[in-house]
């Protein structure tokens, strides 16, 4: 019986010793190598964190940084990833909340982290110490994990400005990503191309998957997601078979014409998450990669990454893709607004999930937890705890779940209650237009697009077609492409701030 993650790390080594786990541009480590190293570097983290105690890393996205990932809880510990780009004031909030006093870090963020109440430790002086002792290695703390410990803590943006961390135990990784692996046939040949930050979930699909599999994982630069040609390189170089990728990454290659360029010809399976994909970018997609199976997955952080997918069929030509169906380890369903459930069809009704993928709940935030992760209403008999995930969803006609958007980004405009999605989805129809993005401020929606600029009026002509007019747009702006965050997602801050600037 395997109770944590490092079990299958364990067993993966000893059945691949000798195959490439992770490689990034300059550097690659072996399943054995790997699995050595961390232990060496947990000799180290121990005598600096307690166990259970949550480790932060702050080091550029390599090999060595999953190393330390791994020393992590193999000293009892659990990690989060830091992005030394974040303001002072976001680092010192998120350290507050973990309870961190110090931090892993490279010695270039030396002069970021000395503004900051936290003790570093570089990794230059760690492997300094290894090569000056003779550490020797203890199973004590890894043997006193249980399956309910923590794995990694990941933030997101908190209601109130303060960020939130999210714990995600051994039992949930396992559960879920024995899941994935298993509907997607992950095989120890794969190559997985890793687009995600450490810090975003979308990593532990790739590392994880990996760790369970023995297949590759090979960490892209991130300045390639912006140079498609660079990037339509690599993957063929590499021989990439598997992306698990945010939808605007993708977009990315698919607007910017990097097909005209190159096409990859080793893919196999291309999955994607985050937002939703705009029919025309999926279809580019599929016009010059047929043969992929493409997979639109859906789901929070709180609850392990994703509770649905929908594995598209090569002939479908859906307008608006499904979310499809819960992960066979999950249960998901819908609540309306008197917490009664939702069974019809086309009733829209808050997506809630309960199962081993759910986390542990938010680190050092009890209220919070308590709000989103409770009893399950519908449950009378017995306690089975559920996540809320404040996002609107339906079942179709064909009994698959379709996303709406969220409980808190509906608009009410001249008396109605409007999703913005919708407006985006009508506009995204013209052919001149790739991409949309609703904004709704000072009591006017503003649509932005990409693609080739066009005349409102021929936009409005096309839109009212479908949309009465309260949903019809004050303004449309194009763009030359949507700023994006870190995580991959179109960055609707930046999109607000254009507007200011331009009032």
């Known amino acids: 019986m395997k109770y944590t993650v490092l079990d299958y790390l364990e067993e993966t080594a000893e059945k691949f010793p000798d195959k490439t786990a992770f490689a990034d541009v300059t550097s690659s480590i072996t399943w054995k190598e790997l699995t050595e190293k961390a232990k060496a570097l947990s000799c180290v983290i121990a005598e600096h964190f307690k166990p259970g105690e949550a480790v932060p890393v702050m080091t550029d996205k390599n090999v060595k940084t999953v190393t330390y990932f791994f020393a992590a809880l193999y000293a009892g510990c659990f990690y989060s990833f830091f992005d030394a780009t974040f303001p002072d ?195 580019i997609w599929k016009q010059y990669v047929p043969s992929a199976q493409y997979v639109n997955l859906y789901g929070p952080t709180e609850i392990t990454c994703n509770c649905t997918y929908f594995k598209i069929p090569a002939d479908a030509d859906y307008e608006v893709l499904p979310i499809g169906i819960p992960f066979k380890n999950e249960r998901v369903f819908l609540l309306d607004e008197n917490d009664t459930l939702v069974t019809e069809k086309n009733t829209e009704g808050e997506l809630c999930v309960s199962g081993t993928c759910v986390a542990l709940g938010y680190i050092n935030n009890e209220e919070k937890t308590a709000s989103v992760f409770t009893q399950n209403p519908v449950q009378k008999k017995r306690f089975e705890r559920i996540y809320r995930t404040g996002d609107l969803a339906k079942y179709g006609d064909d009994g698959l779940l379709y996303y709406i958007g969220r409980k808190d980004t509906q608009i009410k405009h001249m008396g109605h209650r409007i999703e913005l999605g919708e407006i985006e989805g009508a506009v995204s129809k013209h052919p001149n237009i790739t991409r949309t993005c609703c904004i709704f401020a000072e009591n006017k929606i503003t649509a932005f697009y990409t693609g080739t600029e066009t005349e409102k009026k021929e936009i409005v002509t096309l839109i009212k077609q479908t949309l009465p007019a309260y949903m019809v747009p004050s303004d449309f702006i194009w763009v030359k492409e949507f700023p994006m965050t870190k995580n991959g997602k179109t960055d609707k801050k930046a999109l607000e701030a254009m507007l200011n600037e331009s009032a």
Request: overall charge negative; aromatic content about 10%.
């Open 89 to 283: 004031t976001r680092l010192t909030s998120m350290f507050t909340t973990l309870d961190a006093s110090s931090v892993i870090a490279d010695r270039r963020f030396e002069k970021k982290l000395s503004g900051l109440n936290v003790t570093p430790v570089f990794t230059d002086q760690v492997e300094q110490l290894l090569s000056e002792n003779n550490y020797a290695y203890s199973a004590e703390r890894r043997l006193s994990i249980i399956d309910t410990d923590a794995v990694y803590a990941n933030f997101t943006s908190g209601s109130t400005g303060v960020p939130k961390a999210v714990a995600v135990s051994h039992r949930s990784v396992i559960d879920f990503i024995q899941c994935f692996t298993e509907t997607f046939e992950i095989s120890p040949e794969e190559n997985i191309a890793n687009q995600a930050p450490f810090d975003f979930d979308v990593s532990v699909k790739d590392i994880f998957s990996a760790v369970f599999t023995g297949a590759t994982v090979h960490l892209v630069p991130k300045m390639f997601f912006s140079m498609p040609v660079k990037l339509l390189d690599y993957l063929e170089e590499r021989q990439i078979t598997t992306l698990i990728w945010a939808v605007s990454a993708l977009c990315m290659v698919s607007t910017l014409n990097g097909f005209s360029y190159k096409v990859p010809t080793s893919l196999k399976k291309i999955m994607f998450s985050g937002e939703v994909m705009p029919k025309k970018q999926l279809d």
